[in-house]
């Protein structure tokens, strides 16, 4: 090593800010929206593709980790 190396620390990747859990499955976008406006504003709620070839909608809710503190 020469005198002019540093040592730095190893960042480590990205934390994940939330757990997304699966509440419930359609076949359309539009049933599936229905049922995340239907959701409290409160909650985090995103709607995404899912099955074979995407043909299936799910409706997710997510809640902040513990190890995450805010932002």
Known sequence: MS???MITEKQSPNP???KWKNVA?????EEADNHRQDLDESVKVKVRRCGPEGTRFVVK???PTKEYSGE
Do not use: R
Request: glycine share 8%.
């Open 3 to 5: 005198e002019n190396t």
């Open 25 to 29: 499955y359609y076949d359309t976008f």
């Open 61 to 63: 809710i997510g809640t």
């Open 16 to 18: 994940q800010k939330m």
